[in-house]
Every structure is written in C-alpha cells, then in structure tokens.
C-alpha cells in the first residue's frame, strides 16, 4: 500500500470510528458490535504502525491514551477563566438579583439556570473543527495542558461535524465522574485494598493529573459544556442560544437548562433543581445563575476574579447526627479488611442510613473515631455516607482507641500489608468470608448469573462446608441440600439446575466470574475477543498483554499472578473438568437471522425488577436484532420496564419514549 493509499484508509477508518463512538456514547444508538468495533480500530493502529507519520493527534487510537508525560506544560487562556461568587440562600440570591436590576436599570432581567456540576472546570479550544487544545483553569490566566488525557473521554469530539463553524474559538466546560462511574472505581479499589476516593470531584482531578493518559483512558471521565470563552466567529446574542451550537456541533451539554424571566421564575427553577439533582448522573452542588443577554453581560463586567453577571447557589449539603454503635470490620472478595460503622439508622438524602464506611486505620486514627462518639455523616458526593466530623464535645467518658485487629476476624490468619497499600489483607484463600463473597461475585448478574445463588444461600453452603471453591458448587448434591435450613425438593432441584445451566454460559463472562484482579466485564470481553479462550489468555506474556489497549503493567501483573498460582491452575482444571467453559473457544458471531430479527431496528433500555436476570433479556434483544443501551435518550425506541422502575421511566416519559412491560415484551417476541 502506498502512503497516498494509506492516508485515504486512516481517513475512511477514522470517520467511521468517530461516527460509531458516537453513536454508543452520544446518541445511545450503537449499529455495531463491540467485536466490529475492534476489528475497524485494530485495522487502525496496524495503518498507524506502518506509517507513523499519518498518525493524528486527534485520531481514535488516542482515545486509549499514549506514553506517560514528564508532566504538563502551562498554558495561557485566551480569556481569562475567572470563578464564580457563592450564596447560600435565596435571600443572598434576592440580593444578586436586586443588584443586576440596579446595574441594568430594569426590573425583570432573564436568566438561565444551570446545575451546577462538581466536577474540574476546563478550556477547550478547536480550530477547523478539530480539537487543539485543553487546559484546566489553573489560576485564571494560565492553566496546565491536559489535551492528551481529554482526547481519552468518549464523549469529546476529536474533531466537529462539517456543517460546525470553522473558525477558532475555546469553549469552557466541566470534566466530571458520573455518579455511576465514581461508585464503580470505588468498589473496584475496595475490593484491590486501595484508598477510595473521597468524592467525585477529587476522582476527576487525580484522573486528568495523571502523566500516563493510559491510566486516564480507563476512568469512565465525562465533560460537559457549558460558556464561551473566546469566540469571536460565533454569532450568538443570548446564553441560551449556546444550547442550539452544542447540540449542531454534537458536543454535551447540560441534561436540563432553565430559563427564567423574572425573579420569581428564578427561584422556581431552583427549588425544582434542588428535587431534581438527587436523580441526575452526576453530582451537582448548586445551580448556575447567568444573565441571559450577552450584551448585558458583556455590560455587567466583571470584578477582579469573577463576572457581575452570574452567581453559583451552593445547595447545603445534606447532613445527619447519630452515633457510632459498633466498628465491624468486613473481609472482601480479595481479603481486604474494611472497617464499617455501624450506626443509630437516621434520614439522609431520601434514604435510611444505618452503616458507613471508615475506609482503613489511618483514616480512623486521623479523625479520631471511637465506637460510641457522636458524628456528623453525609452521603459524598450524594452516594456514600461517610461521616465527616466527631462531635468530641459530646464524647462521654473515655472511650477506647479502635485499632485494626492483627488478624483475620473471620478465620484468625494472621493479616498482612502488601506493598504500599494502606489496608491489611486476609493471606488465606480458604478463608470462609472470602469465599463467600468470591463465590457471590461469581453467581452475581453480570457474571454466571446464577437465579437463586444469593448471599443468604451462599452463607448457608460455605457454613456447612459443602462450597469452599468454586469447583464445589458443581459438586452439590440433592441429599446434602436436603439436610439444610429451609432447603425442600423443589428449591434444591431448582437451584442444582440453575447451576448446571451456568456450564453453558459466554466465555467472557466466564472469565469475569473467575474474579482476575482488575479484570471487569468489560475488559473480560475485550482479552477473549483477543484471546478466544480463557485458557490462551492464561498463557499470555506481560508484552503480549500490555499490547491490548486498556492493560497497563499493575493490570498485567494481576492476570499473570491469578494464573500462575498453583490454587487457581487447579480451580481451572477442576471447573474443565467439571464441563465450565475454560478451554473452549469464543464461536465467531453468526449472521441474524432475518427471520428471527423481530426487534431489528429497535433500541432498548432495560429497568426495574424483572423475572429474570436483566443479562438474560439483554441476551434476547440482541438475538432478535434489537440494540440495547444503558441510558435513555431520543434515539431510545422502548424502555423494558419491571417492577420499582426508577429515574429511567421518568426520563423515558419525559421523552416520549415508548414503555412496555414483561408481558408486551414477550407478545413481541411471539411467546406471550
């Protein structure tokens, strides 16, 4: 192939992954597999190899992120990125507006409401569509150069539809960790024995500080416009109107902007924000208040560090006393020991709250926590109560040090430290709590999916010593089960044979199951497209490994430890044995058949409690030639919705998007 020849490839290829992305991240309407998906980039990074020189900052193979950075170079803003003034109440906010009426010499002033996202505020300027630069605010005038972490978020156009302006102009933003996304990283360091970030914000910040962007590359980081920054080619007369230039330059934008013509409009809209922001997909401490006309504002001016023309509402943070009964300290799939107060049950953002986590000794000793002291709690980042104060003046008496046992709590092994890590960990693998919760991880949905296999179930077999690895749940009898609690012929027969279905189970999620540190669903899918087996992926090298994008040295290292250990060799070789999916090969997807393909065309969102595992209908859509995507938006054709379904079907509602329950499904599927 001849470079001119190769230059035209990267370009098709280029376009089409762009397009593809997004219509996954974007649009919620992806048209191909994730299998398609690789094949089309692999075919780019074999192009890219060959001719080095074609390669384009702004290319998709970027998404992954490049060689590790001596650190980041300082920028200056073209405008200067100033902060916002705070108020906390709405007499404080009466007062803003009172102000403005002054300044403009007019009572009723228009104004957009924002939420306000707790998130890191970013410039990002394109030119000729493509995305040259992003910068953090830094100080205001100068920031540090981020672009090569950015160009890793799914969501940020590389580079702007054809009909976008052509000029150069920087937009502002907020880079943030959806709610779904912190909860994930957390429970995934948790389960490694590493610190947990204390909120989303702090996540988003260390994630684009990161000198590797490969490591960037793997937190599920978003962005969000929402100003101008310095645009002398865009013609816009009101801050509203920045909605219509996001949505034509297909950038994200805010899920809801209100615009208020008068004071009493103004506090409506904030009173509904301050209801609606407990369901939103990220976390937001407050609202955004702007005046609407860009000429007023451009009239307001602006003091030495923020604009007169917009103001930030900080919700207060919802806060609850109570008091520490007890400090239990839990014992995870990996043997990380997990200090967790138990507390007197109080009212917190809409739910009872009766537990928190106290993350590890050095947290505890820093604090100062002891069991019986009063605390103040709140849900960081609205999703994980955590108590943030010790209320020392109404300490009784003088209350023991809590200090972290020198062995297991469960089965008495000594613990031990690994590395730089701050939590202790449980060494022995036969240990009843970590069995327990590695053979709930290996039931749960996203992996085998076993019905019934739940954590009452699971403590009932690991107590009576039928379970201690995972070979042992295919080795229960109906007699041993029989001898059990609560545990009749139907019920055992039911669960004996939900096991045995799990032996026809994906690989891939075969492979997530197994509990590989580091290694979830996700990229269980990726290294068995790769690999084809769990088997070749265990005789994989470091290199080899560290070539897929998304598998960084720590990642490699722990898929190379889980299959080196003489424990695991002969948990596969048993699971082989025992008819479990480790030697076979992935089949190739076979066409649709159009016969079959009754939901062709159609793309669906799944909800609420159903009969079955949700996997098991995402599985029958796609085999109908339906697409299924986790989040609602217009591109949504049905949202399948069960029983507590909760912020999707009013979502789906609000839309107009199509809601059906069980039985409508299986009408459609003709089984009904």
């Known amino acids: 192939m001849t470079e001119a020849q190769a230059r035209e490839e990267i370009s098709r290829i280029t376009h089409e992954l762009e397009r593809h992305n997004r219509l996954y991240y974007v649009d919620a309407a992806p048209e191909i597999t994730d299998r398609e998906f690789d094949d089309l980039y692999r075919s780019l990074v074999t192009l890219e190899t060959q001719f080095p020189a074609l390669k384009s900052p702004n290319s998709p193979t970027q998404r992954v992120g490049g060689e590790p950075i001596s650190g980041f170079a300082p920028?200056?803003?073209?405008?200067?990125?100033?902060?916002?003034?705070?108020?906390?109440?709405?007499?404080?906010?009466?007062?803003?507006?009172?102000?403005?009426?002054?300044?403009?010499?007019?009572?009723?002033?228009?104004?957009?409401?924002?939420?306000?996202?707790?998130?890191?505020?970013?410039?990002?300027?394109?030119?000729?569509?493509?995305?040259?630069?992003?910068?953090?605010?830094?100080?205001?005038?100068?920031?540090?150069?981020?672009?090569?972490?950015?160009?890793?978020?799914?969501?940020?156009?590389?580079?702007?539809?054809?009909?976008?302006?052509?000029?150069?102009?920087?937009?502002?933003?907020?880079?943030?960790?959806?709610?779904?996304?912190?909860?994930?990283?957390?429970?995934?360091?948790?389960?490694?024995?590493?610190?947990?970030?204390?909120?989303?914000?702090?996540?988003?910040?260390?994630?684009?500080?990161?000198?590797?962007?490969?490591?960037?590359?793997?937190?599920?980081?978003d962005i969000i416009f929402y100003g101008i920054g310095l645009a002398a080619d865009l013609e816009l007369r009101e801050q509203i109107e920045l909605q219509d230039f996001f949505k034509k330059c297909r950038l994200p934008s805010g899920d809801k902007v209100w615009l208020a013509s008068n004071l009493d409009q103004t506090l409506a809209a904030i009173r509904e924000l301050d209801v609606l922001r407990h369901s939103l997909p990220y976390v937001t401490d407050g609202a955004v208040i702007k005046v609407n006309s860009l000429a007023a504002?451009?009239?307001?001016?602006?003091?030495?560090?923020?604009?007169?023309?917009?103001?930030?509402?900080?919700?207060?943070?919802?806060?609850?006393?109570?008091?520490?009964?007890?400090?239990?300290?839990?014992?995870?799939?990996?043997?990380?020991?997990?200090?967790?107060?138990?507390?007197?049950?109080?009212?917190?953002?809409?739910?009872?709250?009766?537990?928190?986590?106290?993350?590890?000794?050095?947290?505890?000793?820093?604090?100062?926590?002891?069991?019986?002291?009063?605390?103040i709690i709140e849900k960081a980042g609205e999703i994980i109560p955590a108590v943030v104060k010790v209320l020392k003046e109404k300490r009784v008496g003088d209350l023991p040090v809590f200090v972290m046992p020198p062995e297991c709590p469960i089965c008495g092994s000594p613990v031990e430290k690994r590395g730089k890590l701050i939590k202790l960990f449980c060494p022995n693998p036969y240990c009843s709590a970590k069995i327990k919760r590695r053979v709930l991880h290996y039931a749960s949905r996203g992996a085998m999916a076993i019905d019934g296999l739940g954590e009452q179930i699971v403590e009932q077999l690991v107590e009576a010593d039928l379970v201690k690895t995972l070979p042992d749940l295919y080795r229960l009898e109906l007699a041993s089960l029989l001898k059990l609690d609560n545990f009749g012929d139907d019920k055992s027969s039911a669960l004996l044979n939900e096991i045995s279905k799990s032996k026809g189970s994906d690989i891939a999620r075969f492979l997530f199951a197994l509990g590989v540190p580091r290694v979830g669903a996700t990229l269980a899918r990726k290294l068995i497209s790769h690999y084809g087996s769990v088997r070749k992926l265990g005789e994989a090298s470091?290199?080899?490994?560290?070539?897929?994008?998304?598998?960084?040295?720590?990642?490699?290292?722990?898929?190379?430890?889980?299959?080196?250990s003489p424990e695991n060799q002969a948990m596969l070789a048993e699971l082989e044995t025992l008819g479990l999916p480790v030697n076979a090969e992935k089949a190739e997807s076979a066409p649709a058949d159009s016969t079959k393909a009754v939901l062709a065309g159609t793309t669906w969102v799944i909800t609420g409690t159903l009969s079955q595992p949700r996997e098991a209908f995402n599985d029958r859509i796609l085999a109908a030639?339906?697409?299924?995507?986790?989040?609602?938006?217009?591109a949504t054709t049905y949202l399948l919705a069960g029983e507590k379904a909760g912020s999707k079907l009013a979502k789906a509602n609000s839309l107009g998007v199509k809601v059906i329950d069980e039985a409508a499904f299986e009408e459609m599927l003709g089984v009904g």
Do not use: C
């Open 75 to 221: 920028v200056e803003h073209p405008a200067r990125m100033m902060s916002l003034d705070n108020t906390y109440s709405e007499q404080e906010l009466v007062e803003f507006y009172e102000r403005l009426r002054k300044l403009l010499g007019i009572s009723d002033i228009p104004v957009v409401i924002e939420p306000k996202i707790d998130g890191v505020a970013v410039s990002v300027i394109y030119e000729n569509r493509e995305l040259i630069r992003a910068a953090t605010r830094g100080d205001g005038q100068t920031g540090d150069d981020i672009t090569r972490n950015a160009r890793t978020i799914r969501r940020l156009p590389l580079r702007l539809p054809a009909d976008a302006p052509a000029g150069r102009f920087e937009l502002r933003g907020e880079i943030f960790l959806p709610t779904a996304g912190f909860a994930k990283i957390n429970k995934e360091r948790e389960e490694e024995g590493e610190p947990l970030f204390m909120n989303p914000r702090n996540a988003a910040a260390g994630s684009l500080k990161q000198l590797d962007p490969r490591i960037t590359a793997r937190r599920p980081l």
């Open 297 to 375: 504002q451009a009239e307001l001016g602006a003091t030495s560090k923020a604009p007169r023309w917009a103001i930030a509402y900080k919700f207060e943070p919802e806060q609850a006393e109570t008091r520490i009964l007890s400090i239990d300290v839990q014992v995870g799939r990996t043997g990380a020991l997990t200090p967790v107060a138990n507390l007197e049950p109080v009212l917190i953002s809409g739910s009872t709250v009766a537990r928190a986590t106290l993350h590890n000794q050095k947290e505890i000793s820093e604090r100062d926590i002891r069991v019986n002291d009063v605390v």
């Open 542 to 564: 470091e290199p080899e490994l560290m070539s897929i994008p998304g598998v960084k040295k720590v990642i490699a290292k722990g898929i190379l430890d889980f299959f080196a």
């Open 625 to 634: 030639g339906g697409k299924v995507s986790s989040s609602i938006s217009a």
